[in-house]
């Protein structure tokens, strides 16, 4: 492999939006990128976090304007929802791309 070569997969590591690299933000982000939104609830069962971790990944997430939250009753009960925005869909989509890439340069 030439310097050239390995300069590009550090290249793409620097290019990795730190947000969404936590383990837990990337693991919530994953799953809403595949529905349209999703209840609190149904992210805990999906991601096995806490609910105090989650609650806090997603502030920062919502915070870095990548989800939306909406709270809401359903009868008497509290009910938050959670979606991508836009530019969480195109940051997960570029993350998605940056950490392709930096698999692709790696040799066999």
Known sequence: ???DEQS???AHIAD???LIHEP???MILAVL???ESADFGFLMNQTGLTYGNLSSHMSKLEEGGYIEVVKQFKGKRPNTMLS???AGRAAFQDYRQTLLDLLSDLPD
């Open 16 to 18: 990795l939006d730190r």
């Open 24 to 26: 837990a933000r990337l």
């Open 33 to 35: 990128y595949v529905v």
């Open 8 to 10: 590009t997969g550090i």
């Open 84 to 86: 991508l925005t836009d």
């Open 1 to 3: 492999m030439t310097s």
